[in-house]
């Protein structure tokens, strides 16, 4: 791995909480999420790390990316963080489902 913290470094490690969230989420039905504790946890979790992440890109590779909603990607971080106990879990849920998939597709590989 990579040990220089550059771009690279960064989306390494995006690419590997999403493919986790990939895996994890494959056919997993909305119910199943919301009563399962453990895949909720984690899979936050993943979207925090990848916020985190994200926020250390260059703001060169952001612009050569702009198609990507940064700002969506931060915030989502920001409302797992703070408003923990009252998170809409559809909004994960559809975030986990449909825009992790995208974001993937816009990184490339």
């Known amino acids: 791995m990579n040990n220089i ?5 960064y ?33 936050m979790f993943r979207l925090i790390q990848v916020s985190e992440n994200a926020r250390k890109l260059t703001d060169a590779f952001k612009e050569e990316h702009n198609q990507v909603p940064w700002g969506d990607v931060y915030g989502l971080r920001n409302r797992i963080v703070h408003d923990y106990g009252t998170v809409d879990l559809h909004v994960v849920y559809v975030t986990l489902i449909k825009d992790v998939p995208e974001l993937m597709n816009s990184l490339g590989e």
């Open 5 to 9: 913290k550059d771009d690279g470094y």
């Open 11 to 43: 989306l390494q490690k995006i690419r590997k909480d999403l493919n986790f969230i990939n895996a994890h989420m494959e056919n997993v039905e909305e119910t199943d999420f919301e009563t399962n504790e453990v895949l909720q946890d984690s899979m």
